[in-house]
C-alpha cells in the first residue's frame, strides 16, 4: 500500500502540471499578434526608399571627389588623405600622392627618392576585411609591380586573424 501512494501523487502532479501548462497555451493563444502579410505595395515602397539612398549616395561621392579636386593636397591632414585613398577612385588617391611627394620635394631640399607616390599609396591602403566559412584558405596578395605574397590561414568559427603583407 505505501507504494501505491507515491505513483498517485506523482499522477496527480503531472495532472496539475499539464493542466497549468494547458492554461499557459490558452492565455498565449488570446494574446497572439497577427501580423499582416507583406503587400506588393511594401517592397516597392522599399525599393524607391533604398533607390533613393543610392541616388543620394551617388550625388554625395561626386560632391566630395569635386570638393577634394580643389583643396591643395598640402592642406589635408592625415585622415583626409586616407579617406580619400579608401573611398574615392584609384586615380583620384593616386593624383592626390603625387602631388603630394612634388609638394614635398619642391618645399624640402634635400628628397627622399625612395619615398615614391606607389609607395605612399601602399601604405595608404592597408586595411581589407573579408568574412569566410570555417576551412584552410590560400590567401595572396599582388602588388602593382607584379610581387605576390601567399599566407596559408585556418580560420575556425567566429575566428577573427589578421595577415600582414609585405608587397
Not at 122 to 131: C, F, P, V
Request: hydrophobic fraction near 30%; proline fraction near 4%.
Amino acid at each position: 500500500m505505501a507504494s501505491g501512494r507515491p505513483a498517485r501523487r506523482t499522477c496527480g502532479i503531472a495532472q496539475r502540471t499539464a493542466g497549468l501548462a494547458q492554461e499557459v497555451l490558452e492565455r498565449a493563444k488570446r494574446r497572439k499578434v497577427s501580423w499582416p502579410e507583406p503587400v506588393e505595395e511594401d517592397s516597392e515602397r522599399l525599393n524607391a526608399a533604398f533607390a533613393s539612398v543610392v541616388e543620394f549616395m551617388s550625388r554625395t561621392t561626386k560632391e566630395c571627389e569635386k570638393y577634394y579636386s580643389y583643396v591643395p593636397a598640402s592642406r589635408c591632414q592625415e585622415n583626409e588623405i586616407k579617406h580619400i585613398c579608401r573611398y574615392h577612385s584609384k586615380q583620384a588617391a593616386e593624383n592626390l600622392l603625387q602631388t603630394l611627394e612634388q609638394e614635398k620635394n619642391e618645399t624640402s631640399p634635400v628628397s627622399n627618392p625612395a619615398e615614391t607616390a606607389k609607395q605612399l599609396a601602399r601604405r595608404a591602403s592597408k586595411d581589407l576585411y573579408i568574412e569566410v566559412s570555417p576551412g584552410t584558405y590560400s590567401v595572396t596578395a599582388t602588388s602593382e609591380d607584379m610581387v605576390k605574397q601567399t599566407h596559408m590561414v585556418d580560420v575556425n568559427a567566429g575566428q577573427s586573424i589578421d595577415l600582414t603583407f609585405s608587397i
